[in-house]
């Protein structure tokens, strides 16, 4: 009997020497800013209400819909103020890449060993306890209705 057809197409090889692995290598997209997903769906969505208001042709494209869908559902704060103040939260931590915090923001993980896993390059950045305080704060501005 023959082997089932793959269900998914084969991933191209990486065109240059980035990594998000236990060493950062993010080419030339290393010190450029990161935003949450939160972050993004607040800035496309003001874009888009913009252009409406201003009554400019906003190309409602398939790919802008896919976008802001996958936004609203993977966004985890809803709110201007707490994506705010857990982007100031992040910031704090000169320590972490800009790309690093953005998935911490994203991630939103429970635990300081959750957080290391997915993201490796944290491990000698940032101790584990300063890490769980973080997680915890972040996860506090859970609660306020996002």
Same mark, same amino acid.
């Given at each position: ?22 060493? &950062? %290598? ?9 935003? @949450? ?15 409406? #208001?201003?009554?400019? #042709? ?5 790919? &802008? @819909?896919k976008?802001?869908?996958? &936004?609203?559902? /993977?966004? %985890? /704060?809803? %709110?201007?103020? #707490? ?6 939260? !992040? ?7 800009? /790309?690093? %915090? ?15 896993? !997915?993201i ?25 209705? #996002?």
């Amino acid at each position: 009997m023959a082997a089932p057809a793959p269900t998914s197409r084969m991933r191209e090889p990486a065109q240059g020497d980035e990594e998000a692995a236990a060493e &950062l %290598r993010l080419g030339e997209f290393q010190d450029v800013d990161a935003l @949450t997903h939160s972050e993004a769906a607040l800035v496309i969505g003001a874009l888009v209400t913009k252009r409406k #208001n201003d009554r400019k #042709n906003i190309n409602d494209t398939d790919m &802008l @819909t896919k976008t802001q869908d996958y &936004l609203e559902h /993977f966004a %985890r /704060f809803k %709110r201007k103020e #707490n994506v705010e103040a857990v982007e100031r939260l !992040l910031s704090a931590h000169k320590e972490l890449a800009k /790309f690093e %915090r953005a998935q911490l923001g994203s991630l939103c993980c429970d635990t300081y060993e959750e957080a290391k896993t !997915l993201i490796p390059s944290l491990t000698d950045k940032i101790t584990d306890e300063d890490l769980q305080e973080l997680l915890d704060e972040i996860t506090k501005l859970m609660g306020y209705g #996002n």
